[in-house]
Protein backbone atom coordinates (compact mmCIF):
# COMPACT_ATOMS: atom_id res chain seq x y z
CA UNK A 1 0.00 0.00 0.00
CA UNK A 2 1.41 3.28 -1.27
CA UNK A 3 2.64 5.69 1.73
CA UNK A 4 1.69 9.50 1.55
CA UNK A 5 3.29 12.48 3.36
CA UNK A 6 0.11 13.94 5.01
CA UNK A 7 0.49 17.66 5.16
CA UNK A 8 -1.76 20.41 5.24
CA UNK A 9 -0.32 23.19 3.32
CA UNK A 10 -2.84 26.57 3.48
CA UNK A 11 -1.78 30.02 2.55
CA UNK A 12 -1.12 30.54 5.89
CA UNK A 13 1.36 28.26 6.39
CA UNK A 14 3.57 31.03 4.52
CA UNK A 15 3.25 32.96 7.54
CA UNK A 16 2.33 36.23 5.85
CA UNK A 17 -0.44 39.14 5.94
CA UNK A 18 -2.72 38.01 3.32
CA UNK A 19 -5.55 40.38 4.36
CA UNK A 20 -2.75 43.58 3.91
CA UNK A 21 -1.53 41.74 0.51
CA UNK A 22 -4.85 41.95 -0.78
CA UNK A 23 -5.63 45.79 0.62
CA UNK A 24 -2.09 46.38 -1.29
CA UNK A 25 -3.13 44.97 -4.33
CA UNK A 26 -6.50 46.86 -4.24
CA UNK A 27 -4.55 50.32 -3.15
CA UNK A 28 -2.48 50.00 -6.33
CA UNK A 29 -4.31 48.28 -9.28
CA UNK A 30 -6.26 51.52 -10.00
CA UNK A 31 -2.59 53.99 -10.66
CA UNK A 32 -2.19 54.37 -13.93
CA UNK A 33 0.18 56.91 -16.21
CA UNK A 34 -1.44 59.95 -17.97
CA UNK A 35 1.36 59.85 -20.77
CA UNK A 36 5.11 60.72 -21.43
CA UNK A 37 4.93 63.59 -19.13
CA UNK A 38 3.78 62.21 -16.28
CA UNK A 39 7.20 61.48 -14.39
CA UNK A 40 4.97 61.59 -10.97
CA UNK A 41 2.69 58.84 -11.62
CA UNK A 42 5.18 57.17 -13.38
CA UNK A 43 6.89 57.15 -10.35
CA UNK A 44 4.26 55.79 -7.88
CA UNK A 45 3.36 52.71 -10.58
CA UNK A 46 7.49 51.50 -10.43
CA UNK A 47 7.27 51.99 -6.82
CA UNK A 48 3.98 50.27 -6.39
CA UNK A 49 5.65 47.22 -9.11
CA UNK A 50 8.52 47.33 -6.78
CA UNK A 51 6.95 46.73 -3.43
CA UNK A 52 4.64 43.97 -5.25
CA UNK A 53 7.80 42.34 -6.30
CA UNK A 54 9.23 42.21 -3.23
CA UNK A 55 5.99 40.22 -1.65
CA UNK A 56 6.13 37.91 -4.70
CA UNK A 57 10.03 37.24 -3.75
CA UNK A 58 9.11 36.25 -0.51
CA UNK A 59 6.20 34.08 -1.73
CA UNK A 60 8.73 32.12 -3.27
CA UNK A 61 11.54 31.94 -1.19
CA UNK A 62 8.78 30.62 1.60
CA UNK A 63 8.14 27.99 -1.21
CA UNK A 64 11.06 27.00 -1.77
CA UNK A 65 11.51 26.30 2.19
CA UNK A 66 8.40 24.38 2.25
CA UNK A 67 9.59 22.11 -0.44
CA UNK A 68 12.89 21.31 0.57
CA UNK A 69 11.62 18.14 2.44
CA UNK A 70 9.25 16.95 -0.08
CA UNK A 71 11.82 17.39 -2.71
CA UNK A 72 14.43 15.22 -0.78
CA UNK A 73 11.51 13.11 -0.54
CA UNK A 74 10.67 12.69 -4.27
CA UNK A 75 14.94 12.41 -5.22
CA UNK A 76 15.22 9.41 -2.72
CA UNK A 77 12.03 7.70 -4.15
CA UNK A 78 13.15 8.24 -8.10
CA UNK A 79 16.32 6.30 -6.79
CA UNK A 80 14.72 3.43 -5.22
CA UNK A 81 12.85 2.94 -8.40
CA UNK A 82 15.82 2.98 -10.62
CA UNK A 83 17.08 0.44 -8.26
CA UNK A 84 14.43 -1.74 -8.45
CA UNK A 85 13.53 -0.98 -12.22
CA UNK A 86 17.81 -2.57 -13.09
CA UNK A 87 16.14 -5.17 -11.76
CA UNK A 88 13.47 -6.22 -13.74
CA UNK A 89 13.90 -4.01 -17.26
CA UNK A 90 17.09 -6.12 -18.41
CA UNK A 91 14.84 -9.36 -18.28
CA UNK A 92 11.84 -7.55 -19.45
CA UNK A 93 13.83 -6.88 -22.54
CA UNK A 94 15.03 -9.73 -23.12
CA UNK A 95 11.69 -11.19 -23.22
CA UNK A 96 10.60 -8.70 -25.48
CA UNK A 97 12.93 -9.15 -28.15
CA UNK A 98 11.83 -12.94 -28.12
CA UNK A 99 8.25 -12.23 -28.52
CA UNK A 100 8.84 -9.72 -31.64
CA UNK A 101 11.40 -11.98 -32.89
CA UNK A 102 8.15 -14.65 -32.92
CA UNK A 103 5.60 -11.59 -34.04
CA UNK A 104 7.98 -11.04 -36.92
CA UNK A 105 8.49 -14.65 -38.43
CA UNK A 106 4.73 -14.74 -38.10
CA UNK A 107 4.01 -11.66 -39.82
CA UNK A 108 6.21 -13.06 -42.87
CA UNK A 109 4.46 -16.26 -42.67
CA UNK A 110 1.59 -14.24 -43.19
CA UNK A 111 3.12 -12.51 -46.08
CA UNK A 112 4.33 -15.61 -47.67
CA UNK A 113 0.98 -16.98 -47.78
CA UNK A 114 -0.65 -13.80 -48.96
CA UNK A 115 1.61 -13.28 -51.90
CA UNK A 116 0.79 -17.05 -52.50
CA UNK A 117 -2.54 -16.66 -52.97
CA UNK A 118 -2.45 -13.67 -55.40
CA UNK A 119 0.10 -15.61 -57.24
CA UNK A 120 -2.42 -18.71 -57.55
CA UNK A 121 -5.54 -16.25 -58.16
CA UNK A 122 -3.52 -14.54 -61.04
CA UNK A 123 -1.88 -17.63 -62.66
CA UNK A 124 -6.04 -18.85 -62.66
CA UNK A 125 -6.89 -15.63 -64.29
CA UNK A 126 -8.98 -14.09 -61.08
CA UNK A 127 -8.83 -10.55 -59.99
CA UNK A 128 -7.18 -9.42 -56.58
CA UNK A 129 -9.41 -8.31 -53.93
CA UNK A 130 -9.03 -6.91 -50.56
CA UNK A 131 -9.32 -9.20 -47.38
CA UNK A 132 -7.70 -12.26 -48.73
CA UNK A 133 -5.88 -12.96 -46.13
CA UNK A 134 -9.09 -12.99 -44.23
CA UNK A 135 -10.60 -16.40 -45.84
CA UNK A 136 -10.09 -20.09 -44.85
CA UNK A 137 -8.16 -22.41 -46.59
CA UNK A 138 -10.89 -24.46 -47.70
CA UNK A 139 -13.11 -21.77 -49.17
CA UNK A 140 -9.68 -20.16 -50.63
CA UNK A 141 -9.42 -23.69 -52.94
CA UNK A 142 -13.28 -23.45 -53.90
CA UNK A 143 -12.46 -19.92 -55.39
CA UNK A 144 -9.25 -21.22 -57.20
CA UNK A 145 -10.78 -23.82 -58.64
CA UNK A 146 -14.25 -22.01 -59.71
CA UNK A 147 -11.39 -19.76 -61.28
CA UNK A 148 -9.16 -21.96 -62.95
CA UNK A 149 -12.22 -23.99 -64.48
CA UNK A 150 -13.56 -20.45 -65.84
CA UNK A 151 -9.58 -19.56 -66.71
CA UNK A 152 -9.78 -22.64 -68.75
CA UNK A 153 -12.99 -22.01 -70.77
CA UNK A 154 -11.66 -18.57 -71.29
CA UNK A 155 -8.58 -19.64 -73.04
CA UNK A 156 -10.68 -22.66 -75.11
CA UNK A 157 -12.70 -20.55 -76.18
CA UNK A 158 -10.10 -18.43 -77.54
CA UNK A 159 -7.98 -20.96 -78.68
CA UNK A 160 -11.38 -22.03 -81.10
CA UNK A 161 -11.85 -18.67 -82.13
CA UNK A 162 -8.16 -18.43 -83.39
CA UNK A 163 -8.31 -21.32 -85.01
CA UNK A 164 -11.56 -20.33 -86.64
CA UNK A 165 -9.94 -17.11 -87.71
CA UNK A 166 -7.02 -19.36 -88.88
CA UNK A 167 -8.93 -21.68 -91.30
CA UNK A 168 -11.19 -18.50 -92.50
CA UNK A 169 -7.91 -16.71 -93.40
CA UNK A 170 -6.61 -19.95 -95.27
CA UNK A 171 -9.68 -20.53 -97.18
CA UNK A 172 -10.11 -17.07 -98.39
CA UNK A 173 -5.86 -17.31 -99.04
CA UNK A 174 -7.08 -20.54 -100.86
CA UNK A 175 -9.84 -18.52 -103.10
CA UNK A 176 -8.17 -15.59 -103.61
CA UNK A 177 -5.12 -18.09 -105.59
CA UNK A 178 -8.04 -20.23 -107.28
CA UNK A 179 -9.50 -16.87 -108.33
CA UNK A 180 -5.95 -15.66 -109.67
CA UNK A 181 -5.40 -19.11 -111.64
CA UNK A 182 -8.90 -19.03 -112.79
CA UNK A 183 -8.25 -15.69 -114.49
CA UNK A 184 -5.25 -16.53 -115.70
CA UNK A 185 -6.61 -19.62 -117.39
CA UNK A 186 -9.80 -17.50 -118.41
CA UNK A 187 -7.00 -14.89 -119.76
CA UNK A 188 -4.55 -17.11 -121.76
CA UNK A 189 -7.84 -19.08 -123.24
CA UNK A 190 -9.31 -15.83 -124.52
CA UNK A 191 -5.55 -14.75 -126.07
CA UNK A 192 -5.45 -18.12 -127.75
CA UNK A 193 -9.07 -17.95 -129.10
CA UNK A 194 -8.13 -14.13 -130.38
CA UNK A 195 -5.27 -15.46 -132.02
CA UNK A 196 -7.14 -18.58 -133.71
CA UNK A 197 -10.09 -15.99 -134.83
CA UNK A 198 -7.18 -13.82 -135.96
CA UNK A 199 -5.34 -16.60 -137.69
CA UNK A 200 -8.46 -17.53 -139.79
CA UNK A 201 -9.43 -13.91 -141.12
CA UNK A 202 -6.12 -13.82 -142.17
CA UNK A 203 -6.65 -17.34 -143.83
CA UNK A 204 -9.87 -15.69 -145.06
CA UNK A 205 -8.21 -13.02 -147.05
CA UNK A 206 -5.36 -15.36 -147.90
CA UNK A 207 -7.88 -17.00 -149.70
CA UNK A 208 -10.57 -14.75 -150.72
CA UNK A 209 -10.35 -14.90 -154.49
CA UNK A 210 -9.94 -11.59 -157.06
CA UNK A 211 -13.47 -10.97 -158.96
CA UNK A 212 -12.72 -12.85 -162.70
CA UNK A 213 -12.43 -10.59 -165.59
CA UNK A 214 -15.50 -10.19 -167.33
CA UNK A 215 -14.17 -12.65 -170.46
CA UNK A 216 -13.28 -15.26 -167.77
CA UNK A 217 -16.62 -14.84 -166.28
CA UNK A 218 -18.22 -15.48 -169.52
CA UNK A 219 -17.00 -18.99 -170.13
CA UNK A 220 -17.05 -19.50 -166.11
CA UNK A 221 -19.39 -22.04 -164.57
CA UNK A 222 -22.70 -20.96 -163.37
CA UNK A 223 -21.71 -20.67 -159.57
CA UNK A 224 -17.80 -20.24 -159.68
CA UNK A 225 -18.23 -16.46 -159.21
CA UNK A 226 -18.98 -17.16 -155.61
CA UNK A 227 -15.96 -18.69 -154.69
CA UNK A 228 -14.37 -15.09 -155.50
CA UNK A 229 -17.48 -13.42 -153.76
CA UNK A 230 -16.04 -11.08 -150.47
CA UNK A 231 -17.00 -12.96 -147.36
CA UNK A 232 -18.04 -10.06 -145.38
CA UNK A 233 -21.01 -11.70 -143.49
CA UNK A 234 -18.14 -14.25 -142.67
CA UNK A 235 -15.87 -11.45 -141.40
CA UNK A 236 -19.38 -9.62 -139.05
CA UNK A 237 -19.33 -13.13 -137.84
CA UNK A 238 -15.68 -13.28 -136.55
CA UNK A 239 -16.05 -9.51 -135.50
CA UNK A 240 -19.02 -10.48 -132.92
CA UNK A 241 -16.96 -13.46 -131.55
CA UNK A 242 -13.71 -11.68 -130.74
CA UNK A 243 -15.98 -8.38 -129.34
CA UNK A 244 -17.74 -11.43 -127.22
CA UNK A 245 -14.21 -12.44 -126.30
CA UNK A 246 -12.97 -9.32 -125.30
CA UNK A 247 -15.77 -8.19 -122.72
CA UNK A 248 -13.93 -8.15 -119.25
CA UNK A 249 -15.88 -9.72 -116.94
CA UNK A 250 -16.09 -8.17 -113.53
CA UNK A 251 -15.96 -10.19 -110.17
CA UNK A 252 -19.06 -10.39 -108.01
CA UNK A 253 -19.90 -11.11 -104.57
CA UNK A 254 -21.34 -14.02 -104.89
CA UNK A 255 -18.61 -16.89 -105.77
CA UNK A 256 -18.88 -18.21 -108.72
CA UNK A 257 -20.97 -16.00 -110.88
CA UNK A 258 -17.97 -14.13 -112.90
CA UNK A 259 -16.53 -17.91 -113.37
CA UNK A 260 -19.93 -18.94 -115.08
CA UNK A 261 -20.12 -15.86 -116.99
CA UNK A 262 -17.03 -16.38 -118.79
CA UNK A 263 -17.32 -20.07 -119.45
CA UNK A 264 -21.16 -19.30 -120.66
CA UNK A 265 -19.47 -16.56 -122.89
CA UNK A 266 -16.87 -18.68 -124.18
CA UNK A 267 -19.43 -21.38 -124.90
CA UNK A 268 -21.42 -18.85 -126.86
CA UNK A 269 -18.38 -17.66 -128.94
CA UNK A 270 -17.57 -21.27 -129.69
CA UNK A 271 -21.11 -22.11 -130.77
CA UNK A 272 -20.83 -18.75 -133.23
CA UNK A 273 -17.78 -19.76 -134.43
CA UNK A 274 -18.98 -23.24 -134.90
CA UNK A 275 -22.55 -23.50 -135.96
CA UNK A 276 -23.20 -20.73 -137.76
CA UNK A 277 -20.17 -20.52 -139.69
CA UNK A 278 -20.89 -24.39 -140.78
CA UNK A 279 -24.07 -23.40 -141.48
CA UNK A 280 -23.07 -20.33 -143.00
CA UNK A 281 -21.05 -22.44 -145.74
CA UNK A 282 -23.28 -25.24 -146.18
CA UNK A 283 -25.69 -22.46 -147.53
CA UNK A 284 -22.80 -21.10 -149.78
CA UNK A 285 -22.70 -24.45 -151.10
CA UNK A 286 -26.54 -25.04 -151.65
CA UNK A 287 -26.37 -21.44 -153.63
CA UNK A 288 -23.37 -22.70 -155.97
CA UNK A 289 -25.33 -25.44 -156.62
Known sequence: MSQIINVNVTPASYGLDIEGIKAAVGQVAELTIAGVDDKEGFERVRRARLDLKKVRC???????????????????????????????????QLLLGREESIEKEIAAIAARK????????????????????????????????????????????????????????ERLAKEREELARQRKQQEAERIQMLARIEAQQKELELNRAVPLPP????????????????????????SVVSAMMSIEIPAFSIPGVQQ?????????????????????????????K
Open 215 to 238: EIEQIAPAGAATTFREDTDQKKLQ
Open 260 to 288: NLIREIKEMANYIQTTYTNKYFERLEGEG
Open 58 to 92: EIEKKRKELKADAVEFGRRVDAAAKELTALVEPTE
Open 114 to 169: LQGRKDRLTEAGALIFPGLDKIADDEFEELVTAAQLAHQKRQQQEAEAAQARKLEE
